[in-house]
């Protein structure tokens, strides 16, 4: 198990292009791929089947240790049919005898108000047929990393520890990326084009607009593919290690301009109407300096400025994007890979200073480790992350983290060494990797 792409990373986390009502979609569950194998040499009970209109599997071993790890998943796209995934910590799991388990949600789309629902209720049916356990943990990747941070906010006495992973944790502030990188794209190349894109923006536009940054986009930018790669850099959380491998992954090796394709769209969500996304509210910057510069200044007076609708953009209440408010009442673990700019890092900072403003500072850890993928964590990484949130839940002992805050902290060129698995090849240790590759860690 190299990494968790293989759920969520050819998903298109993208804003929908739904403007009108439509009849709810009539979601299903084939009963037929509930069903999974035992691990070999880890026996114990499973159990499968569709709870509220969700799927979902349960495993306890025989040893059962007390303690029960939910598991939310990633986004599943817009597809009718529902999907259960296997913890990623299975193995490790099941031998140590934890028991688990995982809902495929009763919705599909980007709704992690109703994967946190659904994942709650399947804990209450855990508890209702084995009884409660002595621990619960909740964990989760990408949009289910925001479904764990829901979770462990909105029911905080039914939960012991929250690990999410990859996670949308800024909510809105993801969308809000997305926009940025394609208003400025046009803006610094000329090219122009104006949010919502029209229909040829990916086979037109994008193309245009990818020359005139440079003669061999990403790889060579001209002055104003230089600032578009630097904006893109201080919107994701600052100069920091790997993103010059990021930008070469995201815009070059990822297939089908995968930035582009974040932004389009009119600006709605699915169940959710009006605008969602605004960047009205941003100063951009292509540098560390908060001092504006006379290019800093001409860029904020000229880019296209969009202000969100407020029904499309509530901050209480279990709304379709529910929000993160940061009101931390349990231990939360998290791990976010620096090179990720599809759920980019600084939805870390963005709850750091959520988290902060409620005082409850105190009950966060953040980890960052060093890839250019999407939740491209190790088993390795996984467990010792997992395993360092039980001893802080049951035996008192804080773990370390980094200062995901302080960007001097950040910009370190070791900045993410502490917390990866460096026994584990990356793809710039092939030696056909072309591009530059990160400073090395370390040696441990």
């Avoid at 245009?208 to 904006?231: D, E, S, Y």
Wanted: glycine share 8%.
């Amino acid at each position: 198990m190299k990494t968790l792409t293989a759920c969520v990373f050819a998903a298109l986390l993208a804003v929908s292009g739904a403007t009108t009502a439509a009849p709810p979609p009539a979601y299903y569950v084939d009963a037929a791929k509930l069903p999974f194998d035992p691990i070999p040499g880890l026996t114990g009970q499973r159990l499968w089947g569709v709870h509220n209109k969700a799927g979902y599997r349960i495993e306890l071993p025989v040893n059962w240790n007390g303690r029960l790890v939910l598991w939310a998943h990633g986004f599943r796209g817009t597809g009718l049919e529902l999907t259960v995934d296997n913890h990623p910590l299975r193995p490790f799991l099941l031998a140590n005898g934890y028991a688990w388990a995982a809902s495929s949600y009763s919705r599909n789309a980007y709704d992690p108000s109703q994967g946190a629902k659904d994942t709650h209720a399947l804990a209450q049916f855990f508890n209702g047929r084995f009884g409660r356990p002595v621990k619960t943990y909740i964990t989760g990747a990408s949009m289910g990393g925001h479904v764990s941070t829901i979770v462990a906010e909105q029911w905080p006495r039914s939960y012991d520890g929250a690990m999410p992973i990859c996670g949308v944790m800024g909510d809105y502030e993801l969308f809000d990326y997305f926009l940025d990188f394609n208003v400025a794209a046009q803006a610094l190349s000329g090219v122009g084009q104006t949010a919502p894109f029209a229909a040829d923006y990916l086979t037109v536009t994008v193309p245009q607009t990818k020359a005139a940054l440079g003669p061999a986009f990403p790889f060579a930018l001209n002055a104003a593919g230089q600032a578009l790669a630097r904006l893109t850099q201080m919107q994701t959380g600052g100069v920091r290690p790997m993103f010059e491998q990021a930008w070469i992954y995201w815009n070059a090796l990822v297939p089908g301009d995968f930035l582009f394709l974040r932004g389009v769209g009119d600006g709605t969500l699915t169940r959710q109407p009006g605008v969602a996304w605004q960047n009205s509210d941003v100063t951009y910057q292509f540098d560390a300096d908060p001092a504006l510069s006379p290019a800093e200044s001409a860029f904020n007076a000229t880019v296209q400025r969009i202000t969100a609708d407020a029904q499309a953009r509530r901050r209480d209440g279990l709304a379709n994007v529910t929000p993160t408010n940061g009101n931390l009442k349990i231990p939360m673990l998290t791990l976010h890979t620096l090179g990720d700019l599809f759920v980019p890092f600084h939805m870390q900072q963005v709850y750091a200073r959520r988290v902060a403003a409620n005082g409850a500072s105190n009950l966060l850890v953040q980890r960052a480790t060093r890839d250019v993928g999407h939740c491209t964590f190790t088993p390795t990484e996984l467990v010792r992350t997992f395993s360092d949130l039980v001893t802080w839940v049951e035996g008192g002992v804080k773990p370390a983290g980094d200062d995901v805050l302080n960007p001097q902290v950040v910009a370190q060129p070791t900045f993410g060494c502490t917390y990866t698995d460096n026994t584990t090849p990356r793809l710039w240790d092939s030696p056909t990797w072309p591009f530059p590759k990160p400073a090395a860690c370390p040696a441990p």
